[in-house]
């Protein structure tokens, strides 16, 4: 097993919004960083929301101050070649919600890299003991839900798999430890604790939005300024992604077979639609579109 000492690389997959917030924040914590993804266009936006991300970041959080847009881009190597994996100690997930696409890749990256290296699974709502099935290293195979935006959230939502080893979740927690993050350590099912309930209260209002109960902004308004949310359940929708919200809700639905789990049918024509957030320039709300990536994930 690897301990934290040798941990010297860490690997990032997907330049979507979490894999651009998880390499930052490990780069802006010392930490060399591969970032993977197949498109090249969504690297050369990762680089770019780095850059600005790290100005404005420093501005909000005294600890990334002392990190420049310059310091943080040094230690990043921005590739489409996943081989660039084979050296590296930790590898942070974060590709799209979607169980064939995941499981493929877990098969390549196994073969890829070194049998030391630990799996880090930033999943929405997928069991990390199922992501764990498909490698020869399931000790190693551990959840670590990320938050949005990375760089600035203290805290990890660690999940321990089936055969996630002791060794593996204290490695885990030491990692984040050095790049200045807390862990929550749960047990595993899916969605987690976060989730589990993050999804529920998305879908219910959606579901108010769809029966005409109230306009978005006012849903939204409801949680900020009555019930002290930062952002309202349709602003989180937007900006986690709604073909992540669609595909968690699926994944939390086949694996408690619960009706409370069925996603809203506006949500679903929505998605149809294209409309999926903030990556695509429109979902609840409008925004300026981003070209998210053929790897990337948000959420």
């Known amino acids: ?7 010297r690389r860490v690997g990032v997959l997907g330049a979507g919004t979490m894999g651009i917030g998880g390499a930052h924040a490990f780069a802006a914590g010392g930490l060399p960083v591969v970032l993977v993804d197949t498109s090249r266009a969504a690297l050369d ?10 100005r404005l970041y420093g501005m909000l959080n005294r ?3 002392g990190s ?16 660039e994996l084979a050296d590296v100690d930790f590898v942070v997930e974060n590709v799209t919600e979607n169980w064939e696409v995941k499981q493929d890749l877990y098969r390549e990256i196994d073969r890829i890299c070194s049998p030391r290296c630990v799996f880090g699974v930033n999943t929405s709502a997928i069991p990390i003991t199922k992501m764990a099935s498909v490698t020869e290293r399931p000790d190693r195979v551990i959840g670590t839900h990320l938050m949005n935006p990375v760089p600035l959230k203290p805290l990890v939502e660690v ?4 055969h996630t080893s002791p060794e593996t979740t204290e490695l885990t927690r030491e990692v984040f430890r050095r790049i200045g993050k807390d862990c929550v350590v ?8 976060t989730n589990r309930v993050a999804m529920l209260s998305v879908n219910e209002a959606i579901l108010l939005l769809q029966d005409n109960i109230a306009s978005a902004g006012d849903i939204d308004r409801l949680f900020r300024q009555c019930l002290g949310h930062q952002m309202g359940p349709l602003e989180t929708a937007d900006l ?11 994944v939390l639905l086949d694996n408690f077979n619960d009706p409370k789990f069925r996603p809203a049918p506006l949500l679903r024509k929505l998605v149809a639609a294209g409309r999926l957030g903030r990556k695509s320039g429109h979902g609840f709300f409008p925004y300026e579109p981003v070209n998210a990536g053929t790897m990337a994930g948000a959420e």
């Open 63 to 65: 600890a990334l101050a």
């Open 1 to 7: 097993m690897t301990d934290t000492t040798t941990v």
């Open 68 to 83: 420049t847009p310059a310091d943080v881009l040094s230690r990043i190597t921005f590739t489409t070649e996943a081989d």
């Open 186 to 193: 749960v047990e595993d099912s899916s969605g987690f604790v």
């Open 240 to 250: 986690i992604g709604l073909d992540t919200v669609l595909y968690s809700l699926e």
């Open 45 to 54: 936006r990762a680089r770019d929301e780095i850059a600005n991300n790290a």
């Open 159 to 162: 999940i321990r798999g089936f």
